[in-house]
């Protein structure tokens, strides 16, 4: 069955510091993956997918990840984090006709 | 501006009531969906339907119901067999219900008193 883990429930960072958000997943085929981000009380806004191509895939708001078949990961990163970028971090892989979510990782700023 | 709107944002109900949730996207796509979110636990689907009129469960559809008459509309009843209904309720839709990204509305969290 298809599955999505993100090991860490919680992560606190320093603003400026760098961010890398973990990802494993469990699919029998070239999944199609997604990073979506949560602010308090809101809906999902998507991040960034990796349907195909290029493994190293650019996002919005200063984001990438990396697609690593061998390890089954897609790990969200970010070079230096803002204030703004408290949020929950949901990792998602497609299935035939639904989307399965990973349990989140909350981010947290330090100023 | 295309989107997604979910009504109420906040609903209180008292046990043995039902209570229905609006999803309404004018975004013109064919899937919709319904999740249910509680801390920690991430989403669950409840229903999706990636056509009008027709609709499947998801991993936790016990105590609920859904339609779908019009393309832009899937509402969602919490009916009073639901046993653990007070959570935080996302409704989405993507252009296809396979591998398509999904637009999510703001979300509508129910209280049960």
């Known amino acids: 069955a298809q599955s999505v883990t993100q090991p860490d429930i919680h992560i606190t960072v320093s603003e400026g510091a760098s961010l890398e958000l973990r990802c494993n997943y469990s699919?029998?085929?070239?999944?199609?993956l997604f990073w979506y981000v949560q602010s308090p009380g809101q809906g999902l806004q998507l991040l960034l997918k990796?349907?195909?191509?290029?493994?190293l895939v650019q996002g919005i708001k200063g984001f990438e990840a990396e697609f690593k078949r061998s390890q089954s990961s897609f790990n969200l990163r970010k070079p230096s984090v803002h204030w703004s970028d408290a949020a929950e971090y949901f990792c998602?892989?497609?299935?035939?006709?639904?989307?399965?979510f990973g349990k989140g990782t909350r981010l947290h700023i330090l100023p | 501006d295309g989107g997604i709107t979910q009504s109420p944002k906040y609903l209180f109900r008292k046990e043995g009531q039902n209570v229905t949730l609006s999803c309404e996207q004018n975004?013109?796509?064919?899937?919709m969906y319904w999740y249910r979110q509680d801390p920690g636990q991430g989403l669950r689907l409840i229903y999706y339907?990636?056509?009008?009129?027709?609709?499947q469960k998801g991993d936790i559809a016990e105590g609920y119901s859904v339609s779908r008459e019009k393309k832009e509309s899937f509402p969602l009843t919490v009916t009073s067999a639901q046993k653990n209904p007070t959570a935080f309720y996302l409704c989405?839709?993507?252009?296809?219900?396979?591998?398509?990204?999904?637009?999510f509305g703001e979300g509508s969290r129910l209280t049960v008193l």
């Open positions: 989405a839709s993507s252009i296809t219900g396979n591998g398509g990204e999904l637009f």
């Open positions: 990796y349907f195909s191509g290029d493994t």
């Open positions: 699919y029998g085929a070239t999944p199609y």
């Open positions: 975004l013109n796509h064919d899937a």
């Open positions: 339907s990636q056509i009008v009129n027709d609709f």
């Open positions: 998602a892989v497609s299935s035939t006709d639904k989307i399965i």
